[in-house]
């Protein structure tokens, strides 16, 4: 791993922030940095110490993984305490954070949390989007927007993710949840634990993170909200509907409610990508073709793609609540989830591919990277690739939460949940050589142009399509399904006297299956037309690729068409008969359905099936050290996973190459095949806190846990890719071991008033048997073949500190008593910085927030795109919403992310070896919401 330990970073290149976005930044946060530190000075002289009326979901113990403690404020209220008379419906992004402040304080160990302003309202449009904002919380992105977290250094398989306590099973192949599965507006909070206690479900590492959605209990009362907004995306130039409601009400005096809610989104965005698949590293040049390289050594890319990704992200959620009460010590919950997202990517590419020996002349500066040559055989190519994510979420769950006396109370807890993505055989690649009549393979040149991206020229006149023949295609992908049944069982007493404040025990069990399934054109259909004719009329508007990054390589955009207008072509008579031996290739169409249809892969397909039953104890304590008070508690978690890895085993027979197309791979017939496996763990686990002066609280923690191998990692699959200059095998690893790690934290923080506080918090996690991937050189049929397969590799140790804060400024005289700011900084070594700030104005109908959010460059694996490295650069991002109550019902509200078009890039090693850049431009929205 790169490691970065800069304060304030290096210059981030061109995947960080400009020199002007940084004194942006650095003033925001030496702003925040003098404010925070004069809080105490500017305070108001007399706080309200009492603590409103929080969550009601934090007194709600069925929707909670582990329990609050009832801490108090400074006067001796339980802040999870109500006074008689209280409203429990409380608005507002400053009290949102006071709740958030509030949950902080209470927990029984290190805890942060977002809560949303208003119900159904957090303070971004994604989820992901919303928890970045936490410390050492950073996120990666699906077309522009978030899909995975990264929390303290440990990538997304490190964090366990929960919707009301339980497992959500999701549509991607590891383990690792997509949180934009979910809107935000069904979303009320989210906590992220970053220390365990033994009640809650083992998995995660780096974090726990519980997503809460609202239940009619909370409000008894009868609540309707509903808001719709315009998105308007700016490279695609379009607006898109967005739309969400919540209802909620109760019956026969509060003992029976119901809850629905829903969101709709149509977003069309589109996006702008430069991809190189890599850097073919030590290559030696030959220019002269006399056996003697003028060049050695050297890295250079032969495959560089300029795509225009029009996209459409259309999500459809909705859930469902009832809850009764029977009696006064019994409750009963039945709720259910429904989620689709289909993204639709179609992505116009042209691209240019080559190989080391065609070159004639070149260029390399001091890291041996190649900065310029010319030479190169193939013409240039485009493809429609057509790159669809079609995900379904669905989760039943009931609960029964008894509560017998004061001091006793007990749950169970049901559910299941259902997530697939049904891409298999929707994904397509179909290419075409333009061919064209003015270009000439000893003109054409490569350079990186001054932002240090690929180049080409004399490439002839790219819109003639005249010549244009017929490529490599294929319809492909992967489809997957996983399937969760869970049962979470508890019960707790509590002690009303002495240290011992209570016992909890419980057991849970699960049975998770994963299932892939690998979808393929068969290999005969591939490049049977290559090299045929096609017609003018395939090819309609050319992609308008005008001001793609500045590279002037498409001032009239480049030739494009569609996968299906290709498909009906290549399936008439005219193609046909145009091929190389029509009977032939009538008689492979049949074969195949009469069409491209894609087949099953079996040996790229398979299941991991885990059978996890755990049980736990957890005492707590809690006491008085003169006059301030402390809490705690110990606990132990045994649990056992069975694991069982189902696939097919198929055997290389042979490896054909036809003349000029790729090779074909001939297997054997498919013989299933199983591997189990089994491992249990004792998780000790114990949170201590202590109140040290007034208002200033130390925490500390020590516990193992461990994490499971991603279920993708777990499979009996092979993936086989012959092509000469890429030969490589990936296989799966049914017999990995979970990883297990010490986590050892201490907290301090200093509760300057309800939405106030200064924290600083050291970490470690020691960390044994990581999964990495591990590539090596086999041979096959007397061909090297590079294999990757993941491995228990040995041990690491992250550790690091966060700095967080945020002060409301009520003392000052108004209108600034409306200011306030949250900042937080992480610091985790090896390799990880991340860093936020928030300046916010709230202040009677208004109410304006400015983000930014950054994270510095790492590396993300040793062995990616052609076996070298791949590291990705720094990321900083601004966002800004307003929001304007015009009544106590109605608001108008606008929003923009990603204000100064902030771009995603990953490179090899070195800058000028880029891999992908891309963006998908600045979004905004305009909107109003009405509240009942």
Not at 74 to 90: K, M, N, R
Not at 309 to 323: C, E, I, V
Not at 422 to 445: H, I, M, R
């Amino acid at each position: 791993m790169s490691e970065q330990r800069m304060w304030p970073p290096a210059e981030a290149g061109r995947g960080g922030m400009t020199p002007a976005q940084r004194v942006r930044l650095l003033g925001m946060a030496g702003m925040a940095t003098v404010l925070m530190a004069a809080a105490p000075v500017m305070a108001a002289p007399a706080q309200e110490r009492r603590a409103q009326p929080q969550d009601a979901q934090i007194r709600d113990s069925t929707a909670q993984p582990a329990e609050v403690e009832q801490e108090q404020t400074q006067d001796g209220t339980p802040l999870s305490e109500e006074a008689p008379g209280d409203d429990v419906v409380v608005t507002g992004l400053r009290e949102s954070l006071k709740r958030a402040v509030d949950i902080k304080r209470a927990a029984p160990n290190i805890v942060d949390s977002i809560v949303a302003d208003d119900i159904g309202k957090l303070p971004d449009q994604n989820i992901a989007e919303a928890i970045q904002r936490i410390p050492g919380v950073t996120i990666s992105r699906d077309n522009g927007e978030g899909q995975f977290i990264t929390v303290r250094g440990l990538g997304p398989a490190f964090s366990t993710a929960l919707y009301n306590g339980r497992i959500l099973a999701t549509e991607n192949q590891g383990r690792e949840f997509s949180f934009d599965i979910l809107p935000a507006e069904l979303i009320n909070r989210v906590d992220v634990s970053k220390t365990p206690t033994a009640s809650q479900v083992e998995g995660g590492i780096a974090s726990t993170v519980d997503m809460y959605t609202a239940r009619p209990f909370d409000f008894g009362r009868t609540k309707f909200v509903v808001s719709g907004q315009a998105n308007y995306d700016k490279l695609r130039g379009k607006a898109s509907p967005q739309a969400s409601g919540l209802f909620s009400t109760t019956f026969d005096d509060n003992r029976f409610g119901i809850l629905v809610a829903g969101s709709f989104i149509d977003r069309k965005i589109e996006g702008r990508r430069l991809f190189t698949d890599g850097w073919e590293a030590n290559q030696n040049l030959d220019f002269n073709k006399d056996g003697t390289p003028e060049l050695r050594g050297v890295s250079i890319p032969t495959y560089v793609e300029y795509g225009v990704n029009s996209t459409s992200r259309k999500r459809l959620s909705g859930l469902a609540t009832l809850q009764w009460k029977p009696t006064d010590t019994l409750q009963l919950t039945l709720d259910g989830l429904y989620s689709k997202l289909d993204v639709n990517d179609d992505n116009k590419v042209f691209f240019v591919f080559g190989s080391p020996s065609d070159v004639t002349a070149a260029t390399v500066d001091e890291n041996n990277t190649v900065t310029s040559y010319t030479g190169i055989a193939s013409g240039p190519t485009i493809t429609n690739q057509v790159r669809p994510r079609l995900a379904k979420t669905y989760q039943a769950g009931f609960n029964a939460q008894w509560d017998p006396t004061s001091q006793v109370s007990a749950f169970v807890d049901l559910s299941w949940s259902k997530a697939t993505d049904d891409t298999g055989g929707n994904q397509a690649w179909f290419e075409s050589n333009l061919a064209t009549p003015s270009y000439s393979p000893a003109a054409v040149k490569f350079n990186l142009s001054r932002d240090g991206l690929p180049v080409y020229s004399g490439l002839g006149d790219i819109l003639d399509t005249s010549n244009a023949r017929a490529g490599y295609l294929t319809l492909e992908g992967v489809s997957v399904a996983d399937e969760i049944y869970q049962v979470n069982s508890q019960v707790k007493y509590q002690a009303d006297a002495g240290i011992f404040r209570g016992l909890t025990v419980g057991a849970n069990y699960s049975d998770r299956k994963k299932k892939r399934s690998s979808f393929k054109t068969p290999d005969v259909l591939q490049s049977v037309f290559s090299g045929i004719r096609y017609p003018q009329s395939l090819f309609g508007e050319p992609a308008d690729a005008r001001d793609f990054f500045d590279v002037g390589m498409f001032p009239n955009g480049f030739p494009a068409y569609s996968v299906g207008d290709l498909q009906e072509y290549l399936l008439s008579d005219a193609a046909i008969n145009a091929t190389t031996d029509p009977a032939a290739t009538r008689a492979a169409l049949a074969a195949n359905g009469g069409g491209f249809g894609a087949v099953l892969i079996p040996s790229n397909s398979g299941s991991a099936q885990e059978r996890t039953i755990g049980t736990f104890v957890q005492a707590s304590f809690g006491g008085d050290f003169g006059s301030r008070s402390w809490s705690g508690n110990v606990g132990v978690r045994f649990t056992k996973t069975d694991v069982t890895s189902r696939g097919f085993g198929q055997e290389i027979l042979s490896i054909t190459t036809p003349p000029g197309l790729d090779p074909i791979v001939n297997l054997s017939p498919a013989q299933p095949i199983t591997a189990k496996g089994s491992y249990a763990e004792i998780l000790p686990s114990a949170n201590f806190k202590i109140d040290v002066a007034k208002d200033l609280v130390f925490q500390a923690a020590v516990a193992k846990t461990l994490t499971r191998a991603t279920l993708s990692d777990l499979l009996l699959i092979r993936n086989i890719n012959p092509r000469a200059r890429e030969r490589a095998i990936t296989d799966g690893n049914p017999d990995l071991k979970p990883m297990i790690g010490w986590n050892y934290d201490a907290a301090l923080t200093w509760y300057l008033d309800r939405a106030s506080f200064l924290s600083v918090a050291l970490f470690q996690k020691d960390l044994s048997d990581l999964s990495e991937t591990v590539t090596s050189t086999v041979q096959i049929l007397g061909l090297d073949f590079r294999r990757t397969r993941p491995e228990n590799v040995g041990d690491r140790t992250y550790r690091g500190i966060e700095f967080s804060g945020q002060y409301t400024f009520t003392g000052l005289p108004a209108p600034l008593d409306g200011l306030g700011v949250q900042a937080n900084v992480s610091l985790v070594e090896p390799d990880a910085t991340t860093y936020n700030v928030v300046g916010f104005y709230e202040k009677g109908p208004l109410q304006f927030r400015m983000a930014y959010n950054y994270r510095n460059s790492y590396e993300q694996t040793q062995a990616g795109n052609r076996g070298q490295p791949v590291n990705v650069a720094a990321y900083g991002i601004w966002d800004a919403s307003l929001n304007y109550a015009l009544n106590d019902n109605f608001t108008v509200f606008a929003q923009a992310l990603n204000l100064f078009n902030e771009k995603t890039f990953t490179y090899s090693v070195f800058e000028e070896r880029t891999i992908t850049y891309e963006t998908y431009g600045p979004r905004f929205a305009l909107g109003v919401r009405a509240n009942f």
